[in-house]
């Protein structure tokens, strides 16, 4: 790699990471102002989320097979954690349903 595209890299990542802190800052402000709105603070974190798994873990620059290759094992894992919520709600209270 040469030192041009280096700099370019890390010029990059920076822009990201200021554009991640400033939503959070957003989402922070607005919440105190204008009370936690749900689907705006879930919209702001999957962006947030999507943002640095995109530059940080560097899945924007693999094939685009891997990436469609990841989204069934995504959804089977959230499928999976829905199993055990059930379970924690009862530790919760520490008695079965």
């Known amino acids: 790699?040469?030192?041009?595209?280096?700099?370019?890299?890390?010029?990059?990542?920076?822009?990201?990471?200021?554009?991640?802190?400033?939503m959070a800052v957003f989402q922070v402000l607005f919440a105190f102002e204008a009370g936690p709105s749900l689907p705006l603070m879930l919209m702001l974190a999957v962006l947030q989320a999507s943002l640095a798994v995109?530059?940080?873990m560097h899945l924007g620059q693999e094939r685009p097979s891997l990436v469609l290759a990841l989204i069934p094992y995504t959804i089977f894992i959230f499928f999976m954690m829905n199993m055990i919520w059930s379970d924690s709600v009862r530790l919760l209270h520490m008695?079965?349903?």
């Open 1 to 22: 790699m040469n030192p041009a595209e280096k700099s370019r890299g890390m010029s990059t990542t920076y822009a990201v990471y200021v554009v991640i802190m400033t």
């Open 95 to 97: 008695r079965p349903h």
């Open 54 to 56: 995109m530059y940080f």
